[in-house]
């Protein structure tokens, strides 16, 4: 997880789920799947997540998007993966 700012105007973060590939070409993709839409990518994983974060900034400058960061609360997150 990566801890994001909730707004510019919150004075407490809120951890938001992140799925990080590395892709054939070699660049990471993340994408945080609380919100629809929400990827970026970079060459390495810190410009990444610094590209998710500037995503994620602009989506919280829309009130719905805010309000799902508000209402969420998990209690528990896993990642798992099964082979097909």
């Known amino acids: 997880m990566y801890n994001m700012t909730m707004d510019k105007h919150a004075k407490h ?3 938001l789920p992140l799925f990080v590939e590395k892709d054939e070409d070699g660049f990471y993709v993340v994408e945080c799947p609380l919100f629809g839409g929400c990827y970026s990518q970079g060459k ?3 410009t990444a997540l610094n590209n ?4 994620i900034d602009l989506l919280l400058e829309e009130p719905e ?3 799902i960061l508000r209402l969420y609360h ?4 896993s990642l798992h993966t099964i082979t097909v």
């Open 13 to 15: 973060h809120t951890q």
């Open 44 to 46: 390495t994983l810190d």
């Open 52 to 55: 998710i974060r500037e995503v």
């Open 65 to 67: 998007n805010r309000n």
């Open 74 to 77: 998990p209690q528990e997150l």
